[in-house]
């Protein structure tokens, strides 16, 4: 299995009181690797979502069904496993499943075929703000208006003769 947290951080400001960066993912999967668990880090106070974008085959895809199924816990702390694909070669080798968002700790399994087949998404972290940030944002926006704008000025229009 390979899998890729790789470090393209984007900053999508502030919503609230939290900041949520982001990091792009990727997990392999196979008959010798068949599940993939992610999870945040317990010792910080950030949270940690998976958003999955994308499911396809990998290079060497044999002609059979390939299920991809995802356990997480619901909004009532159980523990649920979805199939979220079935991909063959010949008719369905990728799958978009656009803004797919899951909050750690969840797997991904190969839960049938052999694959490859490779996930990818986002890795989310979302922060609270410290107060500190919060100020230094807020003492921009004052410089801001300090600042006078001038208005603009219609474009006088020619009058026919």
């Known amino acids: 299995m390979s899998c890729h947290d790789e ?3 984007t900053d999508h400001g502030l919503a609230g009181q939290s900041k949520l960066e982001s990091f792009l993912f990727s997990c392999e999967l196979s008959s010798k690797v068949p599940f993939y ?3 945040g880090d317990e010792e ?3 949270e940690h979502f998976l958003e999955l974008r994308t499911i396809c085959l990998g290079e060497g895809a044999k002609e059979e069904s390939n299920v991809v199924e995802v356990t997480a816990m619901n ?3 159980k523990t649920v496993s979805v199939p979220i694909a ?3 070669i010949n008719c369905l080798p990728m799958v978009s499943l656009g803004e797919f968002e899951l909050k750690a700790p969840l797997t991904i399994r190969l839960k049938a075929g052999t694959g490859p087949v490779t996930v990818s ?3 989310l972290i979302a922060s609270e703000v410290e107060e500190s940030d919060v100020s230094d944002e807020d ?3 004052e410089e801001d208006e300090d600042e006078e704008i ?3 000025k219609p474009a006088k229009k020619k009058q026919k003769q």
Request: glycine share 8%; aromatic share 4%; proline share 4%.
């Open 150 to 152: 001038t208005p603009i």
């Open 121 to 123: 998404g986002l890795h």
């Open 7 to 9: 470090d393209c951080t």
């Open 86 to 88: 079935n991909l063959h």
């Open 75 to 77: 909004h009532q702390g």
């Open 37 to 39: 668990t992610f999870q």
């Open 44 to 46: 910080d106070d950030m």
């Open 139 to 141: 003492d921009d926006d």
